[in-house]
């Protein structure tokens, strides 16, 4: 398959990183099934959109009917039977065996289409293990916010083929990213480095050496655009905490990943984030 036989996206998991895959997939021109488990969530992703739109629209850098027209290419999609596109971007929870369960069923429905995974953490080849055509799969992680971050690593599996590779580039440069060829292996590039952002400023926090306000105004007075707390609210901290164990097992609980309690008690107590109205700062 080349770039040019996908007109249709379907995005598995209405998420934070969903919402945005769709919104960039929409604008881009392509017609977008964004589907997720809870149809509640697809119908509160779709409102999302269409408010993120609204706020390109306000700032002059859409129009109003470039946003009617990219809202009308986004359908919502509440049954997995009837999820069916040329090239499908799998966005949901960072666990393997949920994956798989997911992915092997998109797949009885879509033979020949590429499937894709969004995961940022777990290692391609993994996550292939049970599909039947691992040539059409590979990763395509985008970073969030993904309206905004140009940036898509292209994770090519052991069995992922050229041609899948070469028509992921071409897509990820329809969408207006620049997408970078990774190599398949925990975190991949930009996680595995920035991994370090998020665990030494908790580790700070935990011994402490300072605040959590403190450490952000010093990391941005250092020319971070966000600080380590402040990016870990806006992610979510249980996906945040999720990606850390994950790469803290894939590389042999290797102590350079471990997980911060603090971050575990704020997940399990709720406090998620942006998401939850509150996380180490309140929203």
Do not use: W
Not at 25 to 36: E, I, K, M, Q
Not at 50 to 66: I, M, P, R, Y
Not at 234 to 251: E, H, K
């Amino acid at each position: 398959m080349n770039v040019e036989s996908i007109k249709t996206v379907a995005i598995a998991g209405a998420g934070t990183m969903g919402q945005g895959i769709a919104q960039v997939c929409a604008l881009a021109g392509f017609d977008v099934a964004l589907y997720d488990v809870k149809a509640d969530a697809v119908k509160a992703g779709i409102a999302s959109i269409e408010s993120s739109l609204q706020k390109s629209v306000d700032k002059n850098k859409l129009t109003a009917d470039a946003k009617k027209n990219t809202l009308s290419r986004i359908k919502s999609c509440n049954d997995l039977n009837q999820l069916r596109a040329d090239l499908v971007i799998e966005a949901i929870v960072e666990r393997l065996e949920i994956k798989r369960e997911l992915l092997r069923a998109i797949e009885k429905n879509n033979s020949g289409s590429i499937l894709t995974t969004n995961t940022s953490s777990i290692p391609v080849t993994q996550i292939a293990a049970g599909l039947d055509e691992r040539s059409r799969f590979a990763g395509l992680h985008f970073f969030n916010p993904a309206a905004l971050m140009k940036l898509v690593e292209i994770v090519q599996g052991t069995e992922t083929s050229s041609e899948t590779i070469e028509t992921l580039k071409s897509f990820s440069f329809k969408l207006g990213k620049t997408s970078v060829l990774v190599k398949d292996s925990p975190g991949f590039i930009v996680n595995r480095v920035a991994r370090h952002y998020y665990v030494e400023a908790l580790k700070m926090l935990e011994e402490n050496s300072a605040d959590v306000k403190t450490i952000d105004h010093l990391l941005r007075a250092s020319g971070f655009k966000m600080g380590a707390f402040e990016l870990m609210d806006l992610i979510g901290l249980d996906v945040n905490f999720s990606v850390t164990s994950s790469m803290f097992n894939a590389f042999h609980q290797d102590p350079k990943f471990r997980p911060s309690r603090i971050q575990q008690q704020k997940v399990d107590a709720g406090h998620l984030g942006v998401k939850s109205g509150k996380g180490f700062y309140n929203y």
